[in-house]
């Protein structure tokens, strides 16, 4: 298995565009978690799902944040409108049965950067 | 959810072995510790995890005291290439409740030449 995959490696984006990152989580895997990561604020859980359904957005820091697992292979980040403040890496991590669920495996990250 | 603390950072030579000690004083019958290790620029990589008492793989070990109040991770001998930040967890299986993969500040190891 090539591991989780994360699209784009890259983006920079203006304030008040919308920006859309990609995961496609290991297969067989029915955990899946998006973070995001500062220097000030550490690796951040922003929201995980179980089975595709989303189980806990708590970690969502507004309504301007969305994410959503259509299918076990694919989950979205969705960001309307985006802002400085959301420059940060964002990473997806999936985790599977059979396995701890605290044994996660991370994709690579997106580096995003709004100006 | 227990908390965990952990030293913010540690210097070492190559060589040497390091110890990196985490207390999760509030650690729930079902928890599990996990550690995790992080190179600049990747993700997260799972190192070890346990239960009780000791736990050893190819990279590294995990001690872990009767009253699981807190647990070591050791690295023998490290390498340039041990320079990473290593995350302590405290989690249980299958996220029940408010559990999640929730991450501290990890400490910042430092390995010289």
């Known amino acids: 298995d090539a591991g989780v995959i994360q699209s784009p490696r890259h983006e920079v984006t203006e304030m008040g565009q919308e920006v859309t990152l990609r995961c496609k989580p290991i297969?067989?895997?029915?955990?899946l978690f998006w973070y995001r990561q500062t220097m000030m604020r550490g690796l951040e859980l922003l929201i995980y799902?179980?089975?595709?359904?989303?189980?806990?957005d708590s970690g969502m820091p507004e309504d301007r944040f969305s994410a959503k697992m259509p299918n076990a292979s694919f989950s979205t980040l969705k960001i309307q409108p985006s802002e400085p403040r959301d420059s940060a890496v964002y990473f997806c991590?999936?985790?599977?049965?059979?396995?701890?669920?605290?044994?996660?495996?991370f994709g690579q990250g997106t580096r995003l950067t709004v100006v | 959810l227990a908390k965990t603390t952990q030293p913010i950072s540690m210097d070492s030579y190559e060589g040497q072995e390091v110890n990196i000690t985490c207390s999760h004083n509030?650690?729930?019958?079902?928890?599990?510790i996990t550690w995790y290790q992080q190179f600049p620029s990747q993700g997260p990589r799972f190192i070890i995890q346990?239960?009780?008492t000791k736990v050893t793989n190819e990279v590294a070990s995990l001690f872990i005291p009767a009253d699981r109040k807190s647990s070591t991770l050791s690295l023998p001998r490290v390498s340039l290439s041990d320079t990473a930040v290593y995350y302590c967890?405290?989690?249980?299986?299958?996220?029940?409740?408010?559990?999640?993969?929730?991450f501290g500040t990890g400490t910042r190891l430092q390995v010289f030449p």
């Open positions: 991590a999936s985790s599977g049965p059979g396995q701890s669920n605290t044994e996660a495996f």
């Open positions: 297969s067989g895997h029915d955990y």
């Open positions: 799902f179980n089975n595709n359904v989303p189980i806990d």
């Open positions: 509030n650690i729930a019958t079902n928890d599990y």
């Open positions: 346990g239960y009780k």
């Open positions: 967890l405290v989690g249980d299986i299958g996220f029940r409740g408010t559990d999640k993969l929730i």
